[in-house]
């Protein structure tokens, strides 16, 4: 059974910069989607990036993000980070690691939603204060 721990969270500065991890254990299979959602109290859980672990690496950005903040992997240590630079308040949120096999978009070239993600980490806290 496969298990994510997330690490990294905590409080910054807007303008400033933080990294989050994303640890995998219990043996995921070696091509996944990975990828980082958030959610604040009352809205659903949304994309933030997304990325396949296997052969092109492919990613996906929310807009919201997109040049702000980049999402990688170290296949050595099964972890995924998401460095997230420029943060501003609206960033603010509780952010998850999630998982599920295979690619990251539909049949349809369409990104996966969070419905289609199986496992999840318990998530860490990210606070971006003005």
């Known amino acids: 059974q496969v298990h994510l721990t997330e690490s990294g969270g905590g409080s910054v500065q807007a303008g400033g910069s933080h990294r989050l991890s994303c640890a995998a254990s219990?043996?995921?299979?070696?091509?996944?989607?990975m990828g980082w959602f958030r959610q604040t109290p009352g809205k659903d859980r949304e994309t933030v990036a997304m990325?396949?672990?296997?052969?092109?690496?492919?990613?996906y950005y929310a807009d919201s993000v997109k040049g702000r903040f980049t999402i990688s992997q170290d296949n050595g240590k099964n972890t995924v980070y998401l460095q997230m630079n420029s943060l501003e308040p609206d960033d603010t949120a509780m952010y998850y690691c999630?998982?599920?096999?295979?690619?990251?978009?539909?049949?349809?070239?369409?990104?996966?939603?969070?419905?289609?993600?199986?496992?999840w980490g318990p998530g860490t806290q990210v606070t971006v204060s003005s």
């Open positions: 219990g043996s995921p299979y070696p091509d996944n989607c």
């Open positions: 999630g998982l599920r096999g295979g690619i990251c978009y539909t049949p349809f070239h369409q990104p996966r939603g969070p419905s289609e993600f199986r496992v």
């Open positions: 990325m396949y672990t296997g052969g092109n690496g492919r990613t």
